[in-house]
């Protein structure tokens, strides 16, 4: 899949760079009959010194990163070159003359080997969490294995236990694991479970480490071994399973959508096949003027922005987007050839948030809007999301309870609501103390997202209290997963210090069946929660109004 993908994406790219090189034998000759028209051009002469610069400017930034090195640095001189005689208050024609003779130096080079695209393509998609999700776990205390395959079993992984190394090393060549958990103290193999992490192309197998040292020295060398997770013993299961289930998370993650802002048609091409080959979608808008209906249709999370652009200086642009307080969370980088320290810290505090200089390598853009996305992204879910759990905020769950009522009216289907407490949840903070309370919490919200479908909404609706909206599903076919994930989460083992405890929650269901409004949907939830909490705790009541 990744060759097939590998040889469209070149063929691409050699079209890009054939379009480039036809550009360059017009171009070129172009800027050196400009110049040899400077001493001749009278009142023009700096109307067509700005031109030439502005041109050899955006060519200086192309050439480099079509692999033109030398007549990308040999156009940067020239425009440095005409930039000091744009200051002159007054300008020889000896000078105009010595500029034209220069630019006489510069050729097209003849065509190079295209770089090839296959090191930045995206590797196979790592399986999205499903109850399938396979763990391979090495571990000689057997009651340490029966512990950790119990509890995440529960959680809905399937677990292989594995007391012998080499036996797990022919289990992961002949079965790649989703993740894999080594227990360090019994297997102090560091360097085999790193190969067997990420000996083998294309295998990105998380490695999480388990270890009674967590020391310095230890931690780094599970760093080096390139291990995802690493958790001190006693083990903490749920947050293991905390560790297990943000790792899954981020690898399912929506591509980030990027949009790139540059008058230089061939290289904003290039960017673009670039940033699509590596697994994000992207737009480029050449019109600045149409700036504001692009982003609301498109929502980027980073904008790459030229700053020499003749109709709307990127600094500008950049101004005008932080106008709009809610576009504050997009990312702004400065993506140009200009290398004057100064212009580039004026355009930083003007707008933008970082500055990188053309020609841009493959792997310096890709890594930079991974990076910036991935802080934008991790900040966005902090505003909108539950801090302790992860998952929507009370406001947002109520408003999804609405929306979907109404989808499910309109469309003649079912969906059903779920209020969902925690039992006895004070008695948990009273004894334990809260922090234990608050693993309490995250992992109940850890085992709805992962038992739960994609298209089931989880919302911490406050305290020990969850709201669930169920799209096409009847309030007896909810009451079965619900009944299902209460009998499992009351089997998980909590440990505060030395003891160990359970609990339980119980949950009340209503769904659409019935002609009640939208904003009462969730009042009759709560009635049927009130009637489970009131027989008893521990249950699952179903109401239909």
Known sequence: MIDERGAELQQQLQLLAEQFIAHLHSEVPALQQLAASLPDAGTSTR????????????????AGTYGFEQLGQDCRNREQQTDQLLTLDSIEPEKLLRLAQAMHTLSVP????????TSLLTPEPVPEQQDDTLLYILEADQDMADS???TLSNFGYRVRLFADDALLHQACLQQRP???????????????AAMLSNGQANLTVPLFVLTS??????QLKAASAGASGFLSKPVNFSALENSLERYFRRQTDEPYRVLIIDDDHELSSRYALVLRAAGMMVEVLDNPADIHPTLMRFHPEIILLDVNMPECPGPYLAQIIRFHDELLQIAIVYVSGVVDAHRQMDALLRAGDDFITKPVSDQTLITTVFARVRRARTLANSLSRDSLTGLITHANIKEQVVLETERARRFDKVTSVVMLDIDHFKRVNDTYGHLTGDNVIRTLANMLRQRLRKIDSIGRYGGEEFALVMPQSSSA??????DQIREDF??????????TFTVTFSAGITDTSS???SKQVLEVADRALYAAKTAGRNQVRVLLE
């Open 47 to 62: 109307e067509t010194l700005a031109d030439l610069r502005q041109r050899l400017h955006r060519l200086a930034g192309s």
């Open 178 to 192: 989703d993740a894999l958990i080594v227990d360090f103290d019994h297997h102090p193999q560091l360097n085999k």
């Open 515 to 517: 002609p009640i409004e």
């Open 148 to 150: 950790l395959q119990n």
């Open 110 to 117: 003849q065509p190079t080997a295209s770089q090839s695209l």
């Open 490 to 499: 009351a089997k998980l083992q909590f440990q505060a210090g030395d003891e």
């Open 213 to 218: 040292q967590d020391d310095f020295a230890t």
């Open 477 to 482: 076919d909810a009451a079965r997963v619900i």
